[in-house]
């Protein structure tokens, strides 16, 4: 396993998450585990379609759901450039 293949993240209301997932072409397919404040854990599935914006920058299409609660929906985020 390799860097590229796993992530681990933390914020808000989550005190540590884990990824991990294949990425094929400008599709990346993962899993993700996170245990929150309160103690609870929970995990899903994610499948995101990366487009190639103006200048290099990425932009994540996202289709989620949660695996271990009810709940699923899509979002976007766009990588920012810092120009300093």
Do not use: K
């Not at 681990?8 to 245990?35: E, H, K, N, P, W």
């Amino acid at each position: 396993m390799t860097d590229r293949d796993r992530a681990i993240y933390a914020g808000g209301s989550v005190r540590r998450g884990f990824l991990v997932g294949t990425l094929g072409g400008d599709r990346i397919d993962f899993r993700y585990t996170q245990l929150n404040l309160a103690g609870e854990t929970s995990s899903g599935h994610c499948v995101s379609r990366i487009t190639v914006l103006a200048g290099g920058r990425l932009r994540p299409d996202e289709s989620w759901e949660w695996e271990s609660r009810p709940g699923s929906g899509s979002s976007a985020v766009e990588e920012v450039v810092d120009a300093t």
